[in-house]
């Protein structure tokens, strides 16, 4: 039986997580992938956007790094921008309302409950000061004032001011800042006004969070069809929240009108006619096969990565019904041939590759083409870059054969590619031409089409050491057993 002690430290405990739990909320902020993913850009790029759905936690999650930034708190996982000094920054939406009521909550609590202050994700321990009230709301802040914290050791005060849209442009002048927030879409000109915000100060962010309801603005088309260095964007759909179950995906399905499901529902701005996919994504998505057909057709597709991520597709074509598979996909950032191959055999070892025409480039350091480089690295390459039949390799062609294959129910994608999905959304034209801005996996899926033709029924997963050793061709066969040919480098 338990003795009054054991009792009365059982009850400490569990008021001290209590506590914890209300007012160090910071501490238990796990992001979602895609949430990680917009974290993590901050380190190299200037300017984010986290482009998502309604009710995925996008302001959440803009809110927790802000915590981290003025606190200097950061969690082991953390692999985006760090400050080690105190900060001073911004917190920006579209009314000062809809800031008390949505980044400020989430920072610092409730407004206006006074048993609520220190409840967001500011630590209640780091205000080093109550916060200085703004005029002409009831309960807005106008500044909070944090301890910065570097190696646990204080180190100065961080500072942030609440600001609104409705404020106009002259309110977002003539500060020097180490970060912006902005929750939802800002005007053009306070965008361009924030950027100037930034130049003063070496290493200086900027990060976005909004639902694309506008369409394709200005701002929009900065992220979507302008390449910079700067400058990046990650999309996250309901399907990317874990905390939405069916019941609750569907009730928000019945909730929004049909023109604005794709923005509410997916962050997917409205293309319009730039739209290059316009057929709806339950028409091809399908359930991952677990059992692949021995007899079906595999190949890879791979786009190399010059100055973007290196992509590969592997593509399964079922020749009896003419449908491809796109079966899996691999992107890698920042990566070596080494590592793609490596990831490539863990999956399909003996199977093509079709390669875009780039790869017969040489490599400045030792004259190797990139093709020969991958082929060194265990991959059955092609002997030539990937063409139609014809010889042609046009891009425009792969889009035709795509939009067709989807619409006559002959390309089908794993609902564990949904990094393909990703790209398929954002894929669209901008004066009739295609903007080639995140289509990695799509570009590598058209590789895999184009070259469909070389297409082999070998076996998945790594190589077995009999074919290793012994080659393709089987005792007493005179022909390649699992499909290989003169064609590959093997």
Known sequence: MSTANE???????????????????????????????????????????????????????????????????????????????????????????????????????????????????????????????????????????????????????????????????????????????????MPEDIYEEEIARLTAVKGAIMFTTFTPLKG??????????????????????????????AEQKDILLRAYPKHQREARLKGIPLLGSGAIFNDPEENILEVPIQHVPTHWAKIWGIDFGIGHPFA???????????????????????????????????????????????????????????????????????????TWPDGGYSTEVAVEEMISRERNGKLKVSLTCQDYMEERRFYHRKDGKIVHLKDDILSATQKGLMMLRKAKPVLLGKKRPDRQQNGNKAKGINFDLFGGGDEIHS
Request: glycine letters at 8%.
């Open 216 to 245: 394709r603005t200005k701002v929009v088309v900065r992220y979507m069809d302008e390449i910079s260095i700067d400058r990046a964007v990650v999309g996250m759909t309901i399907d990317d929240a874990k905390h939405l179950d």
């Open 312 to 386: 590969a597709v592997l593509l399964l074509w079922d020749r009896d019904s003419d449908i491809v598979h796109v079966h899996h996909t691999i992107r890698m950032a920042d990566a070596l041939p080494i590592n793609h191959a490596s990831a490539m055999k863990v999956i399909g070892a003996d199977v093509p590759v079709a390669w875009p025409q780039d790869g017969t480039a040489r490599e400045k350091g030792s004259g190797e083409s990139l093709s020969k480089m991958y082929k060194r690295e265990g991959l059955r390459m092609l002997d030539e870059h990937a």
């Open 7 to 185: 009792l009365k430290e059982l009850l400490e405990t569990l008021e001290a997580v209590e506590e914890r739990r209300t007012y160090r909320k910071l501490d238990f902020y796990t992001p979602y992938p895609k949430q990680r993913e917009f974290h993590n850009l901050g380190l190299h790029k200037r300017e984010r956007l986290l482009m998502a759905a309604n009710q995925v936690g996008k302001t959440y999650s803009a809110a927790a790094e802000v915590a981290m930034h003025m606190t200097g708190e950061y969690p082991d996982w953390w692999e985006g921008k760090r400050f080690p000094r105190p900060v001073t920054g911004w917190v920006a939406g579209e009314s000062s309302v809809l800031v008390r009521d949505g980044p400020q909550r989430l920072l610092c609590g409730k407004a206006g409950v006074s048993a609520e202050y220190g409840t967001g994700l500011i630590p209640k321990s780091s205000f080093a000061d109550k916060p200085s009230l703004a005029r002409g709301v009831t309960d807005a802040y106008d500044t909070i004032q944090v301890i910065h914290k570097t190696d646990g050791i204080e180190d100065g005060i961080s500072t942030a001011t609440f600001k609104s849209y409705e404020q106009g442009r002259e309110k977002f002048q003539a500060a020097t800042l180490d970060f912006i927030w902005n929750d939802e879409e």
